[in-house]
Structure formats: structure tokens, C-alpha cells
Nanobody, 124 residues
């Protein structure tokens, strides 16, 4: 079973950038597809980005395409989310998640391991 710990959140001005990292431990990281989700106050958790276990394929929510980039490093057992051109509507708690089935998915229910979340606030 993989365990996940996010870091890198914080306060940033509109138009700024942040890089979130997710450190994974456990033997199944290399066989898991990984995703990032976010949840704003009063809203449901929503898909942000996902990357296949081989890192060949990625998927993004329409709202972040062209601004966010997901990547993974099998040597360091990490998955990252580079966020550029941030907007106030990107403000949320961001969660890293693992899909042990290994395939790319944007569905919340497909992910079976979750991190504790990291707060991202975009405000001037």
C-alpha cells in the first residue's frame, strides 16, 4: 500500500506559480497511476490532473489545461504539479491520490489512497 504526503502549498498572487510535490512510500507507487484533485470551501472535490504509471499519458481538467503540468519521478517516488498563471478560482486544498489499478482516470472513485492535502490560496 502506498502512503502519500503533499507539500508546496501556500499563498501566491494571481498570475504567480507554485509547485506541489507528493512524496510516496510503499512498493506499489511504480504500478499506480497518480492524480491531483482539489476541493474548495463548500464545493465537491474535483479532478485536476492525472498521470499514468509509465508517465507516457497525462490528463487535465479543462480549467487547468495549458497552465498546470503533472509529472512523476520513479527514482525519487514523487509526483509533482507545476501550477502557472494561477487564478483566484484555483484556491483550494489540493490532494494527491493513487490509483492502484494503474490506469489513467479522472474519477474520484478510482483512487484508493489519498494524501492529507495542502492548501493553495491565490489572492492579492
Amino acid at each position: 500500500q502506498v502512503q502519500l504526503v503533499e507539500s508546496g502549498g501556500g499563498l501566491v498572487q494571481p498570475g504567480g506559480s507554485l509547485r506541489l510535490s507528493c512524496a510516496a512510500s510503499g512498493r506499489t507507487f511504480s504500478t499506480s497511476a497518480m492524480g491531483w484533485f482539489r476541493q474548495a470551501p463548500g464545493k465537491e472535490r474535483e479532478f485536476v490532473a492525472a498521470i499514468s504509471r509509465t508517465a507516457i499519458s497525462t490528463d487535465y481538467a479543462d480549467s487547468v489545461k495549458g497552465r498546470f503540468t503533472i509529472s512523476r519521478d520513479h527514482f525519487r517516488n514523487t509526483v509533482s504539479l507545476q501550477m502557472n498563471s494561477l487564478k483566484p478560482e484555483d484556491t483550494a486544498v489540493y490532494y494527491c491520490a493513487a490509483n492502484g489499478r494503474g490506469y489513467l482516470s479522472s474519477l474520484y472513485a478510482e483512487y484508493d489512497v489519498w494524501g492529507q492535502g495542502t492548501q493553495v490560496t491565490v489572492s492579492s
